[in-house]
């Protein structure tokens, strides 16, 4: 047993021994119905707010709005977020590796989305590849706070 932590810490490979592959499924699967809810009903309160708006028009005028220029990221921000912090909670004996991995999972959403839609703007494509690991940075750093302040009191 000694010998194998040894060779893995050696030889510094990225091993998925301690991934909790079930938590890291509910956190991608969870981001992103989470988004898909909470952008419908961003969508569905513009509706009500801006009801003299024809539907048909709304994907004519979307792109242009920035009031969900502003909210999709924050959306995307705030719920990434949440969901980093819940799967780090979830997975608390090798937490760390599962939010890197969910990380990795939420940039390969980001390339998706960058092929999905190519007329985005470069920085706005940069951010979509940058951004979860800064999320994730923050979710660990903001967990073990957390725990922190639960073992002082």
């Given at each position: 047993m000694s010998k194998n932590i040894t060779y893995l810490n050696t030889k510094r490979e990225i091993t998925m021994?301690?991934?909790?592959?079930?938590?890291l499924t509910i956190g991608v699967l969870t981001y992103i119905a989470?988004?898909?809810l909470l952008s419908s009903i961003l969508i569905m309160v513009l509706?009500?707010?801006?009801?003299?708006?024809?539907?048909?028009?709304l994907p004519a005028v979307?792109?242009?709005?920035?009031?969900?220029?502003?909210?999709q990221p924050l959306i995307g921000f705030a719920l990434a977020l949440l969901v980093s912090s819940w799967?780090?909670?979830?997975?608390?004996?090798?937490?760390?590796?599962?939010v890197w991995y969910f990380a990795g999972a939420l940039t390969l959403y980001?390339?998706?989305?960058?092929?999905?839609?190519?007329?985005?703007?470069?920085?706005?494509?940069?951010?979509k590849l940058a951004a979860p690991w800064v999320i994730a940075?923050?979710?660990?750093?903001?967990?073990?706070?957390k725990q922190?302040?639960?073992?002082?009191?």
């Amino acid at each position: 047993m000694s010998k194998n932590i040894t060779y893995l810490n050696t030889k510094r490979e990225i091993t998925m021994k301690n991934l909790d592959i079930k938590w890291l499924t509910i956190g991608v699967l969870t981001y992103i119905a989470g988004g898909v809810l909470l952008s419908s009903i961003l969508i569905m309160v513009l509706m009500q707010l801006f009801n003299t708006i024809p539907p048909a028009q709304l994907p004519a005028v979307e792109p242009t709005a920035s009031i969900i220029a502003i909210a999709q990221p924050l959306i995307g921000f705030a719920l990434a977020l949440l969901v980093s912090s819940w799967v780090y909670k979830q997975t608390k004996s090798n937490a760390p590796k599962t939010v890197w991995y969910f990380a990795g999972a939420l940039t390969l959403y980001g390339v998706l989305s960058i092929f999905m839609h190519p007329e985005a703007a470069l920085l706005h494509s940069i951010l979509k590849l940058a951004a979860p690991w800064v999320i994730a940075l923050l979710a660990v750093k903001l967990s073990l706070y957390k725990q922190r302040l639960a073992l002082e009191n």
